[in-house]
């Protein structure tokens, strides 16, 4: 199985490289080259730039099937598309959930859930825009590809290796143990997947030759943020106390607090069909507290800094005072 993979050196990529190695798929990677360039020293590298458009390396060359892990804007799509033509047998795209209209969800919602409206007069990713530029890149793999075109919608994703601060954050702070501050509901669903049950989960679409769309979303058991944060501290090994402190104490964008529950509760039934696994989510964040601690633990950019959070306990928990 030859299978091209559109970045493939940073996360998502990343895992999905490994998964396919791992299962004896022949990988080429395409991109500028500079982010991992020392990763994965065996495998092929095609040196192009979709910023700029330049694809030149696609334009000779065949492989079953194509990998878009950076593919964020229509003309990252089309361009790529152009390229290389029907010398690819399936096209799977990486979108997102941000794809969705959230005032129409309810929980357990499938990937039949109505989505967006397409947006293709701007190509600058904000918040109201990321979802709707995904809507109209999933429109246009599909309409060139057709059934040779796979969706794959995933939730937030977490694992060693993220850039991103979500479950990175609550692993860190239950590992520090004692009262630790949430600026929410402790009732609130939250869904992550692991980066490599994402990877299985694409590489055995590609296998299988599966079109359609899918939602990549876990851990297997529905669990809530107060959950989550009770997990970690058992991977750490530590005890935490949840205190609650008002959401808008927090920073904007705090790590996997979110006001819309159904997009929480999405249905992982089509993804599982398919093949995807369910790391335990304990293992999820013993992972990443072990990848944290060897990077050094370099500072997150969200959620609250020590001080800012124990100055919001003391303000907000009784017992703090006196």
Not at 41 to 70: F, I, K, Q
Not at 251 to 275: C, D, E, H, M, V
């Amino acid at each position: 199985m030859r299978i091209l993979v559109l970045g493939g050196t940073s996360f998502v990529g990343r895992a999905i490289v490994e998964d396919a190695l791992r299962h004896d798929a022949h990988v080429t990677l395409f991109g500028r080259g500079k982010t991992g360039a020392d990763l994965f020293p065996d495998v092929p590298r095609l040196t192009g730039d979709r910023e700029t458009g330049d694809y030149d390396a696609l334009r000779s060359g065949s492989w079953d099937a194509v990998v878009d892990v950076s593919g964020y804007v229509p003309r990252h799509v089309a361009n790529a598309m152009d390229a290389l033509g029907d010398r690819v047998g399936r096209y799977l795209f990486i979108s997102s959930h941000a794809v969705y209209d959230d005032a129409a969800l309810g929980p357990g919602s499938t990937e039949d859930a109505p989505r967006r409206p397409p947006v293709r007069d701007t190509e600058e990713l904000l918040q109201e825009t990321y979802g709707p530029l995904k809507v109209a890149c999933e429109d246009d793999a599909t309409a060139r590809y057709g059934q040779r075109a796979t969706i794959v919608r995933p939730g937030k994703v977490a694992g060693p290796y993220d850039p991103q601060d979500g479950l990175t954050y609550w692993v860190r702070r239950a590992s520090q143990g004692g009262r630790v501050a949430l600026p929410g509901d402790p009732r609130q669903p939250v869904q992550v997947i692991d980066s490599r049950d994402l990877a299985r989960l694409v590489v055995q679409l590609v296998a299988d030759d599966r079109p359609g769309a899918f939602h990549a979303v876990g851990p297997a058991e529905p669990v809530t943020i107060g959950e989550l944060i009770q997990v970690c501290a058992r991977a750490a090994g530590t005890e935490t106390e949840i205190v609650r402190v008002p959401p808008e104490s927090a920073p904007y964008l705090f790590p996997l607090i979110k006001n819309n529950w159904p997009s929480q509760q999405r249905s992982a039934a089509r993804a599982r069909a398919a093949g995807m696994p369910a790391t335990p989510l304990e293992v999820t964040a013993a992972d990443v507290l072990a990848w944290d601690r060897e990077r050094g633990e370099p500072p997150l950019q969200r959620g609250f800094t020590p001080a800012q959070e124990q100055a919001i306990i003391a303000q907000h928990d009784p017992r703090s005072s006196g």
